[in-house]
């Protein structure tokens, strides 16, 4: 089945940088793009970026231009997200997910499956 | 951005109750070259990932029981859960994609009463 596997939890320092990864299997990798998306304790959901697994291309949220990279790698179905000067309101649970449908469409936006999600705690 | 709002804020819902919750739109979401609404519904329960419950604003995702539906048109929508049961204790968002960047409602908190 379709499944996304994201790395452990992470505690960081103010300022440091935090890479968090997420494993893809059940599907072709390259076939489908993968977003992240963020949730700061007990409030919403907000999108960070996408990354085409096929090409590398990718796109982020304005606010997090300059702070966020997401890269992959094909020969482990794997992509990254790495996020720099970490500020004490990055403390999230961080996801990755799937876009529905093959890049080969039209890209639609909204997502299934999801990671189980990676906290990242931002603590001097 | 597209904001969304949604309403209420929490839900109190008797075991067996029709509940509904409204998701509004700070602008349109329908194409109109194809009509299609471009809005998500998800669950998330304590300690979970979301789950896509409907797109396409009334469209099941695969394996969601029926007692799940979405309506509306352009700005506003709604998600009704119908005979509310134990397992649907959580708290669901509406997000747009008819726009990048894909943004998501505050949430709807439904407990059972």
């Known amino acids: 089945q379709v499944q996304l596997v994201q790395s452990g939890a992470e505690v960081k320092k103010p300022g440091a940088s935090v890479k968090l990864s997420c494993k893809a299997s059940?599907?072709?990798?390259?076939?489908?793009?993968i977003h992240w998306v963020r949730q700061a304790p007990g409030q919403g959901l907000e999108w960070m970026g996408i990354i085409n697994p096929s090409g590398g291309s990718t796109t982020s949220a304005q606010k997090f231009q300059g702070r966020v990279t997401m890269t992959r790698d094909t020969s482990t179905s794997t992509v990254y997200m790495e996020l720099s000067s970490l500020r004490s309101d990055d403390m999230a649970v961080y996801y990755c997910?799937?876009?529905?449908?093959?890049?080969?469409?039209?890209?639609?936006?909204?997502?299934?499956?999801w990671g189980q999600g990676t906290l990242v705690t931002v603590s001097s | 951005d597209i904001v969304l709002t949604q309403s209420p804020d929490s839900l109190p819902v008797s075991l067996g109750e029709k509940t509904t919750i409204n998701c509004k739109s700070s602008q349109s979401v329908l194409y109109s070259s194809n009509s299609n609404n471009y809005l998500a519904w998800y669950q998330q329960k304590p300690g979970q990932p979301p789950k896509l419950l409907i797109y396409w604003a009334s469209t099941r995702a695969s394996g969601v029981p029926d007692r799940f539906s979405g309506s509306g048109s352009g700005t506003d929508f709604t998600l009704t859960i119908n005979s509310l049961q134990a397992e649907d204790v959580a708290v669901y968002y509406c997000?747009?994609?008819?726009?990048?960047?894909?943004?998501f409602g505050p949430g709807t908190k439904v407990r059972v009463k």
């Open positions: 997000q747009q994609y008819y726009s990048t960047p894909p943004t």
């Open positions: 997910a799937r876009a529905p449908d093959p890049i080969v469409t039209m890209r639609y936006d909204y997502f299934e499956p």
């Open positions: 059940g599907y072709t990798f390259t076939d489908y793009y």
